[in-house]
């Protein structure tokens, strides 16, 4: 198993969400929007796809639960370990306040797509 | 995928939440949102110099130098779901622009624009809105600026420093940290970003800076 997944893991946020939505923040900042190429060119492999109406919009269900794992437990290295894991213009989603940074590579984060973490005790939703 | 964007599920209630605009869109929690918290863009070795003490996501090993998705990128005829045509407006579809959704409206600011001039100053939010962005390691950050500073014509950008009276006053441009002058450090706005058609779908009525 890959550091940072766990056996039950679904591209899903963690509980408990009935009093997440009022402490949980949504980590949006970078080009998440970008991620439907997922759909753009599904496998054929894949079958014919789910299709819903949300709010006069088709959702599409490309993916079943367990499909990408969502990351749970996000464990972290410091800058002084990362240069083994990442390359110079590597690019990353950056969280932050006055006492601590969180950094997310964009090209990682595409083989899990949510990151469920805290930062100065706040639960965060990292999405990309 | 929803119009075009990443639906989440979360696990205790099975409700479904938009990946664009963190609203619950169906099940138990429909109607509910979460907070879009602040966040920036940067690259690895950037990141080594404005957070020597910061952390990284762990990960197996260093993999491939590229994001799998490059080619999606590079192909301006590959759009959204399924076939979507490229006959937007205003900018190509395949067009980046960086987002805000403050006080109820939404500002894009084209990437074009910010390779040119690397620094906007929002006046619609109140109070006004720094973006700043670095095209050699396409930072984008968004800063509110004190409200004292709202009408401050001599705000500027000088060598990744937001900089105010002539220099007196400056802040890292890509952290908002103070460092110079008299004042605080500048707090974070979430900004997005995104392709352009993705953005205007959820958007229609976005200003738009280009």
Not at chain 2, 136 to 159: C, E, G, K, M, Y
């Amino acid at each position: 198993m890959r550091p940072n997944e766990r056996e039950d893991q679904t591209a899903t946020w963690s509980s408990p969400m009935r009093e997440c939505f009022q402490h949980c923040y949504l980590v949006v900042g970078l080009t998440a929007i970008r991620l439907f190429l997922l759909a753009v060119s599904v496998p054929a492999q894949w079958g014919e796809l789910e299709e819903t109406e949300i709010h006069g919009h088709t959702m599409y269900t490309v993916f079943k639960a367990g499909d990408i794992p969502a990351i749970f437990e996000p464990t972290f290295i410091s800058v002084a370990e990362a240069d083994d894991y990442y390359y110079p213009n590597e690019p990353l989603v950056i969280v932050a306040d006055s006492n601590e940074a969180h950094a997310y590579s964009t090209w990682h984060l595409t083989d899990h797509l949510v990151v469920n973490d805290r930062l100065g005790g706040r639960m965060i939703t990292v999405t990309w | 995928m929803w119009r075009d964007a990443l639906v989440i599920e979360d696990i205790e209630t099975r409700s479904l939440w938009s990946q664009v605009t963190g609203e619950c869109i169906s099940g138990k929690l429909e109607g509910k949102s979460l907070l879009l918290f602040p966040s920036s863009l940067t690259t690895y070795v950037e990141f080594k110099k404005q957070y020597p003490h910061g952390k990284l996501l762990a990960k197996l090993d260093k993999g491939p130098p590229r994001s799998p998705y490059d080619l999606y990128f590079a192909d301006d005829s590959q759009l959204g779901t399924f076939g979507r045509v490229d006959n937007f407006e205003r900018l190509k579809g395949k067009d980046i622009v960086f987002g805000l959704r403050l006080d109820g409206k939404q500002v894009a600011i084209s990437q074009d624009y910010l390779l040119e001039r690397q620094f906007a100053v929002l006046k619609q939010f109140s109070p006004p809105v720094v973006v700043t962005y670095d095209a050699v390691s396409n930072s984008v950050a968004a800063f509110s600026l004190p409200a004292q500073l709202a009408d401050s014509s001599d705000l500027t950008l000088v060598d990744d420093r937001i900089t105010l009276n002539s220099g007196r006053t400056a802040w890292n441009a890509r952290t908002g940290q103070l460092l110079s002058g008299e004042g605080s450090n500048l707090a974070s706005r979430p900004i997005t970003s995104a392709f352009w058609f993705a953005w205007v779908s959820f958007f229609p009525e976005t200003e738009l800076l280009k």
